[in-house]
C-alpha cells in the first residue's frame, strides 16, 4: 500500500513540475520514468520528505531527457512555421510563459542553479529541509544558496527595464516566504 499511496499523492505534482519545464507530449512519460524509479528505490525514499526526493529525482530526469538527442519530422514542423515559432514551441515553458519580459531577461542572465533554486522555491513551494533535499545539500546550504539566488536576481532585476510594473512572479522569486 506504501508504494501506491505515495503515486497517489504526488503524481499531480511532479506531473506539473514537468508541465512548467518541458514539451506537453512528453510530461506523461516523464512523470512515468520519475516514479519507475521511485518503485526501484522506494525503500531508501525517506518517509517524511518523500515529494523533494520525488523533485530530485524529476529534475535528474529532466537533465537526462535534455541530453538526449530528439529526431523532429518535418511533417510535425509544419512548413508554415518560422524559425522563432520552432525555437518558442522547443523553449522551456518556464521561458514561454515569461516571454519578453523583464522577469525572464533576469532569470536568463542567472546561472542554471540559482534559477534552479528560486524556481523550486517559488513554483514548487520548497523550502527549509524540503528544498535542501531536493537540491541534495544541507538544510544551511539550501538557506544560503537560496538567498544568494535571491540577491543575485534582485541585481539581475535592477538592471531591467525599471518601468515594467511589478508581478507576483517577481515578487515571489525576490523575496523570502512569510511563515505564519
Request: proline fraction near 4%.
Amino acid at each position: 500500500m506504501g508504494f501506491e499511496r505515495l503515486f497517489a499523492e504526488h503524481t499531480d505534482a511532479i506531473f506539473r513540475y514537468f508541465v512548467r519545464r518541458a514539451p506537453r507530449q512528453d510530461c506523461a512519460d516523464l512523470t512515468a520514468d520519475v516514479f519507475a524509479i521511485a518503485w526501484r528505490k522506494y525503500d531508501a525514499i525517506p518517509s517524511q520528505f518523500e515529494l523533494p526526493w520525488l523533485y530530485k529525482t524529476a529534475s535528474n530526469v529532466l537533465a537526462n531527457y535534455r541530453r538526449k538527442p530528439r529526431l523532429t519530422l518535418l511533417s510535425d514542423e509544419g512548413w508554415a512555421h518560422t524559425e522563432a515559432t520552432r525555437l518558442t514551441e522547443d523553449d522551456n515553458p518556464c521561458d514561454v510563459y515569461l516571454a519578453n519580459s523583464s522577469l525572464k531577461s533576469a532569470l536568463l542572465q542567472l546561472k542554471d542553479r540559482d534559477r534552479q533554486v528560486l524556481l523550486m522555491n517559488a513554483w514548487e513551494g520548497l523550502d527549509g529541509q524540503e528544498l535542501a533535499l531536493a537540491l541534495g545539500m544541507t538544510r544551511g546550504g539550501a538557506a544560503a544558496t537560496l538567498s544568494r539566488a535571491r540577491a543575485r536576481f534582485r541585481t539581475a532585476l535592477a538592471t531591467q527595464d525599471a518601468s515594467a510594473s511589478d508581478s507576483p512572479l517577481r515578487t515571489t522569486l525576490s523575496e523570502p516566504r512569510r511563515t505564519s
